[in-house]
């Protein structure tokens, strides 16, 4: 079964249940039970026409519960309408659907949460990681979600801002995490920025593509992480980077700054350094303050923090996360860097392992055990 071409037509049929008169959350609800169907059946007898099945089998699926629901006999007139079996149109309904789910009747988080699960591809566990909340928790807004754009004619779509966030989030979960949807993020951002002429949609597309030019640097050949003062930049897409600066600086001569221009200043220094040595963290430090006064972000000035430890040193960049408060994701890991920075190679080595064992994956957890037990080696023990 190939779950890669069953995730990649998923929007597009759920587009289509969409147009023909489904609600947004029975829709859903269908397309999951054909996707289901489809991995039952498909590896024993694959169709010639993945797409049209889909369409053919959620269609009939969102009949069979609509019929079941008394509460909405009004849509029995269009009970005959299931679309003739065939090939489906060829439409890209991703973008559109990102809109309407971000509807006016539900709250950003909401509509964030319900676009990523939905129509992003990614699992609640995914969703509750990128808001730093419990599975549960998470699972309850999206069902609240589900609950409140239930019935709803989707003819007032949401606002841009709430696109480019869930736009981001996605970008950011298939960069770092196991699921691969970054380019998928970036074609999305490529074609919202073709339809609308806004500072901020310019400043996402730069960010992302500033961040994708070093994905290949990443990763060492044993998938273990490598950080970017250590990544060779020879790896670094420089076309993509040439991309993301020319539209960047389009995009800041308009002087509407938002927090994604921001970001991308701050992606555009790092990449304009030949050597991590290079790095101009004077500069860097001056766009984290202006995303700070943007977004009032905790993260934000957790990476502060460690812009300030390497333009004033690591015992400036120990204040500036003195008055954070300890309990944020990647905090102690921070503090593990700015220690040995400091020559605390034992306080170092110990806050290491202690935020290995808060890492949220397998990759950063493995990466910071790696680096306590090299000072340790040291002798940091």
């Given amino acids: 079964m190939n779950e890669v071409l069953l995730r990649s037509l998923t929007p597009s049929v759920l587009g289509i249940l969409v147009r023909r008169g489904a609600d947004f959350a029975a829709a859903e609800d269908a397309v999951q039970d054909a996707l289901v169907e489809a991995v039952r059946v498909w590896s024993a007898d694959p169709p010639r026409d993945p797409k049209g099945w889909l369409v053919t089998v959620a269609w009939r699926r969102f009949l069979d519960a609509t019929r079941a629901d008394a509460t909405r006999r009004r849509r029995e007139d269009r009970l005959d309408e299931e679309p003739a079996p065939g090939p489906a149109p060829a439409v890209d309904d991703t973008l559109q659907l990102y809109f309407l789910c971000a509807h006016p009747s539900l709250t950003p988080s909401s509509a964030v949460a319900l676009t990523l699960r939905a129509v992003g591809g990614l699992t609640t566990r995914q969703i509750a990681q990128a808001y730093l909340v ?9 069902s609240r979600a589900k609950r409140t754009v239930s019935g709803v004619r989707f003819d007032q779509p949401g606002d841009v801002a709430t696109v480019l966030r869930v736009l981001y989030l ?12 970054a380019a998928e993020a970036i074609r999305l951002t490529r074609q919202l920025a073709a339809a609308i002429d806004h500072p ?7 960010l992302m593509l500033l961040h994708h030019a070093r994905r290949a640097a990443r990763t060492a050949p044993d998938g273990s992480l490598v950080p970017l003062a250590e990544q060779d930049r020879g790896r670094w897409d420089t076309e993509s980077i040439a991309e993301g600066v020319e539209i960047l600086q389009a995009a800041l001569a308009r002087d509407r700054l938002g927090e994604f221009q921001a970001q991308a200043a701050i992606a555009a220094l790092h990449a ?32 502060r923090a460690v812009a300030v ?35 605390d190679l034992t306080t170092a080595a110990q806050l290491y392992t202690e935020a290995a064992q808060k890492a949220p994956n397998l990759a950063e957890r493995d990466h910071l055990t790696r680096q306590a037990a090299r000072l340790n080696a040291r002798g940091g023990r």
Avoid: C, K
Wanted: aromatic share 6%; proline share 4%; hydrophobic share 45%.
């Fill in 272 to 303: 304009d350094a030949r050597t991590a040595e290079e790095t101009d963290w004077v500069q860097i430090v001056e766009w984290y303050d202006e995303l700070a006064r943007l977004t009032d972000s905790p993260v934000v000035r957790l990476n």
């Fill in 309 to 343: 430890g390497e333009a004033d040193g690591p015992r400036a960049g120990l204040a500036a996360l003195a008055a954070l408060d300890d309990t944020l994701p990647r905090h102690t890991a921070v503090a593990a860097y700015l220690h040995e920075r400091d020559g």
């Fill in 134 to 142: 419990p599975e549960a928790t998470m699972a309850q807004r999206i």
């Fill in 170 to 181: 996605v970008f950011n979960e298939g960069y770092s995490g196991d699921v691969d949807l």
């Fill in 200 to 206: 901020e949609v310019a400043g996402l597309l730069a």
